[in-house]
């Protein structure tokens, strides 16, 4: 498994965290700060919701560790509070997941500006809500934040963090330092855009796939497949810019210098009028059956995240050499 | 190290292969088809660029196995040619990889028209050129393919399969075959785009990641880390589909369904208008630093390969699962 601790002492933790909103996201939240040794305390407005993602993080603990103590240890750290309240109490950071709408965000940053510690940081899951707005008018808004991970974040380990008009520079850098503490690769944002760094870029990639399928150049397959044994190889391990950067000798810098004439000549060919509609719906429910190759969605994205997670482990050991 | 072998019967090989011009994508060639056990000859308009090229091979050879038998073996199924003709002498299928403009790549497979075997696949690693174009009025039109590897083809497996106006649906599918039988992982195009696919999806998600970059929202660094440590996880065993199709229950229609009309005014936000200007290069040169963490090109380069061949070993193990 990855990081299971803080790398160095120059990444601090919280002592305490509360984990609001217990969905799929939430969940995995549990799992990123007790695996980092940081005591955790989970609340949910559903409590049906609440006893389903203790049970979980019971289990995917039990998967994980075969030695009873460090089981043990790792339970003990997560508990399910009773109350908003009693999550609260004496957590220093608290990651919030629910709704991803204003008003749902709005009404439990007002919340939990009443009942959090003094000094908490109050970070937001939210994948697309800009924090000026969800703070506006609320007094806590210099200790307000977004940090949007990937879903999940236990597995994989980016957050976009990036503050709305009122936070403070002391908490983005607090923030920073707690996510690399707990073993997540938290990347700034100096301010919002529409979809953040993440979803952009997929957002950029999937609007080329997706045209390339609807005007009948390849199949859903081998457009993925041009992705899996091709491009993601190396993404796995290198940005686009890391990349650049062993493609040409003297680096990036030259690279893009050589050609950039290509890319912008090829982006004047990519087209931008791309739409989801029916028939290319039916076309990618035609062409993914090979992909499923016989699996539940459970099972599938099961196996992602093993995968992942080995991936992740073999990167540590290359980074040793 | 990845499939050195035809995975099944499925796939045969062909008897004897030419690959003419040896630099970095020839040479690289060269070890697709020996590691494969396929007799290759070698030809370059260069004699000290062959001779690097079998001294290249020589080395990777050397370095992979350590069972002498097994470098013998594969030592022995290369050999530079002293002329084209004796270099297309016997081979069915050749791989050219010459310059990347169109008057050289017409002359020279006028030339492998004249000289080759009758029979013979005749294939360009050519990344932009229209094989209607190359093969325009040459009798052997029909047999002649693009089939354009990512760099280098011995480490990074996907190959982009298209013919021309002319080229023959055989010709085509034997490509496929050979090009699956040596372990590479063929995709088709069903018709000629700027890019193909591989460097059309690489130019979308670039112009995002620069333009992220050039109006300041983040570093360098830190958009590569959300492919490198978020979006590339996935992509490493996943396209943009499979990735989807995880996503959600019921699958990639769902997903896209669903989330189709988030994208789509994603998209209206993604500008299009990104050139890569002085200002932005030297940015790009300063930001790099931290990425090269004082390696050399060809110590990037190395490792690179090291870890996409690692990679794909991992991949071959979970697949089993």
Partial sequence: MPPASPDSPAHPLPASVAVIATGVIGRSWLRVFSRAGVPVRAWDTDSSRLADA?????????????????????HALVTPAP???????????????????????????RSLARHAEPEAILASSTSVIDMTDIADGIATAHRCIVAHPVNPPHVVPVVEVLGGRDTSPEVVECTMRWLQGVGQVPVRLNYYVPGFLLNRMQAALVREAVDLVARGVASVDDVDAVI?????????????FGTADTNADAGARDYFARYGPSYESL???????????EALLERIEREREPMTRGRTPDERRAWRDRA???LRTLKLELAKH
């Fill in 267 to 277: 982006w004047r060919d990519l087209r931008t009028n791309v739409r989801f509609d």
């Fill in 54 to 74: 203790i049970a979980w993080h019971s289990r995917t603990v039990t998967a994980e560790h075969t030695d009873a103590d460090r089981r043990a240890a790792e």
């Fill in 308 to 310: 992942v997670t080995a």
């Fill in 83 to 109: 109350s908003l309240e009693a999550a609260l109490e004496g957590a220093e950071y608290v990651q919030e997941s629910g709704p991803e709408s204003l008003e749902a965000k709005r009404a439990i940053f």
């Fill in 228 to 240: 899996r044994d091709g491009l993601g190889l190396r993404w796995a391990f290198l940005g686009p």
